[in-house]
């Protein structure tokens, strides 16, 4: 309890009002003690003067002296203890009062008043209970003659007892006071412990994360402002807190849905922190890695990589490894504690798989139009070199060379259209004519058109439509170019008298066209890139056959641009079947 400090202040208080009532008691009872010895003394000394006029006529017999005292002495109550009488040689003449006792203790006095002085400050031991105090006053005659001296003591034992009185009341009354002091000191204390305790249990939920509560300001001194000042830094920490929360709620975010792996470690490479970015691309759980090493998890994985040192050379700051059927690449940086010391590095392993792969294929994309540009060019130019060098001089070499020529021509013209159209097509800018269709007569219209190269290689086509068909919205001419050029590529690469199969249905939201032949099939290695760009399983037997090695590619872009899917199963030397799935009218908003 006395380590509070309301408790301590209202102890200084008390001893505060106890030295001051000390004082005060000390000063009043020493001044009411003096004054009243002083009064005392004075009116025994006005006694004793009186006694000696009576005695300066009478100091020649002894008797005539005890008689004189013994006059005087009646009626001077209790102020005077005893008085003696000495003649002017100092010799003891008479006695009144008290036991009669040798003043010979007291002679020292005596010799002063002999000499003519009056002595009035003498405090003399008579009795161990009572305080005395002596007068000596010479006897004068008319002509100022020494006749003898007067010893008087004075019992001051009634002043004592008020002087204690005195003191009684004022230990009473400083008792009082502490008491009050006590009382009103705990009040006046508890004005200023309140608010600091109310303060200290503050901060106490402040450390526990409760910033609602705010501390009433009940005063304009330094205990308010103190209030003041804690509201205000509650406010601000709260609103800093805030700020922290937020920007480690953004980072927490940032961090859970990147697309990239993030994996923070110390100085000595163990893990601190990844994100499920980062599992997914070691393809690992989260319980795998705690703790761990990263090293122990690229072993773990067969890795060929491991982190060094952590001195962040150039040489640790990128780099590509291999997991499983993924390319990831790895940069490190460094980051750096409070005192600006690098304390661990950050990891970000970002999956470049498909960025190789588009790298990859745009590669090849400039190789195989440069390719398919250049073969017939050649052929133009060298057909126009050997016109030049004579051969326009025989007609129907001449004319054989120019009906070549002309193939070749339309050959890159329609490589430069179909690029265009997928240039569109990848930036959105093919323009639609989206309408309501009857999907049922595209597919017939497009059986129709396909008959005269169905019957050149004598082969047979049929068609069914299973069920109800529903109407499309979509571009008619951008779907019967897919559907024919489908039915182009079954007819070109199905032999002699092989049979093609067309069929239509619908579920309840969408329509399938499926293209089935039984021609030579397409291995299943070639089966899932046959979609791509100028990819062709066997590319001299395409260009033979007049295809560019676009068709399938823009006729994924425009079925994808209708939102459906176009899709391929094929088992190698019996056959393929194709199917466009389409959404019906009012399943998706195609405007």
């Known amino acids: 309890m006395l380590k509070s400090i309301q408790w301590k202040l209202v102890i200084i208080y008390v001893l505060l009002v106890w030295l001051a009532m000390s004082i005060i008691g000390l000063y009043i009872a020493q001044a009411v003690e003096k004054d009243q010895i002083s009064n005392l003394v004075g009116s025994v000394v006005a006694k004793g003067n009186y006694l000696t006029f009576l005695l300066k006529d009478k100091m020649t017999g002894v008797y005539n002296v005890q008689d004189i005292i013994d006059y005087w002495f009646v009626g001077q109550g209790e102020q005077i203890h005893s008085v003696y009488i000495f003649n002017k040689s100092g010799r003891y003449l008479a006695h009144k009062g008290g036991e009669m006792r040798d003043p010979i203790e007291d002679g020292y006095i005596i010799d002063r008043a002999l000499k003519g002085e009056v002595v009035k400050d003498y405090n003399s031991v008579i009795d161990l209970k009572r305080n005395y105090k002596s007068i000596a006053l010479p006897i004068l005659s008319g002509s100022d003659e020494l006749l003898g001296a007067i010893y008087l003591n004075i019992d ?4 004592n007892k008020s002087i204690m009185n005195i003191k009684n009341i004022l230990t009473s009354a400083t008792i009082l006071a502490i008491c009050i002091t006590m009382l009103l000191g705990s009040i006046l204390a508890r004005t200023i412990t309140g608010p600091i305790k109310e303060v200290t249990s503050q901060a106490e939920k402040l450390a526990k994360g409760d910033f609602g509560h705010i501390i009433a300001v009940k005063s304009d001194d330094e205990v308010g402002q103190l209030a003041e000042m804690f509201n205000y830094m509650t406010l601000r920490l709260k609103s800093t807190l805030d700020e922290m929360y937020n920007e480690k709620s953004k980072i927490e975010t940032i961090l859970t849905y990147m697309t990239d792996g993030v994996v923070a470690v110390d100085m000595n490479g163990r893990i601190l922190h990844a994100n499920p970015a980062a599992f997914k691309v070691f393809k690992i759980k989260e319980k795998e890695i705690e703790g761990k090493q990263f090293n122990e998890i690229t072993k773990e994985l067969n890795l060929d990589f491991k982190l060094k040192n952590l001195n962040f050379d150039e040489e640790d700051k990128n780099n590509i490894i291999s997991i499983r059927d993924s390319i990831i690449k790895v940069n490190i940086v460094p980051f750096k504690n ?8 950050i990891i970000v392993l970002q999956d470049v798989t498909e960025q190789e792969k588009l790298d990859r294929m745009r590669k090849e994309f400039v190789a195989n139009v ?27 070499l001449a004319v054989n060379f120019i009906r070549v020529i002309e193939s070749e021509s339309d050959r890159m013209t329609r490589l430069v259209r179909d690029l265009l159209m997928l240039s569109k097509l990848d930036y959105d ?3 639609f004519n989206m309408k309501e269709m009857n999907i049922l007569k595209v597919v017939n219209d497009c059986i129709y058109k396909m008959d005269i190269s169905v019957k050149q290689k004598d082969q047979t086509i049929s068609f069914e439509s299973l069920g109800e068909i529903p109407l499309i919205i979509g571009d008619k001419d951008r779907i019967e170019q897919v559907v024919i050029n489908i039915i182009s590529n079954s007819i070109k690469y199905t032999p002699e008298k092989g049979k093609i199969a067309v069929k239509l249905l619908a579920d309840d939201e969408y329509i399938y066209i499926k293209v089935k032949d039984n021609g030579m099939g397409i291995p299943k290695e070639d089966a899932a890139r046959l979609f791509e760009r100028f990819y062709r399983v066997d590319k001299a037997r395409s260009r033979v056959l007049g295809g560019t090695g676009l068709g399938l590619s823009i006729a994924k872009q425009i079925v994808e641009a209708h939102k459906g899917t176009i899709s391929l199963e094929s088992d190698y030397g019996k056959g393929t079947e194709v199917t466009i799935k389409l959404p019906q009218k009012g399943v998706v908003n195609l405007f």
């Open 370 to 396: 440069s390719h398919e540009l250049r073969t017939p060019l050649t052929t133009i130019k060298s057909y126009a070199e050997t016109l030049q060098d004579g051969a326009i001089d025989d007609r129907d």
């Open 429 to 431: 800018k093919e323009e």
């Open 338 to 345: 409070e005192r600006y010391e690098i304390a661990g590095a």
């Open 156 to 159: 001051l034992t009634e002043i």
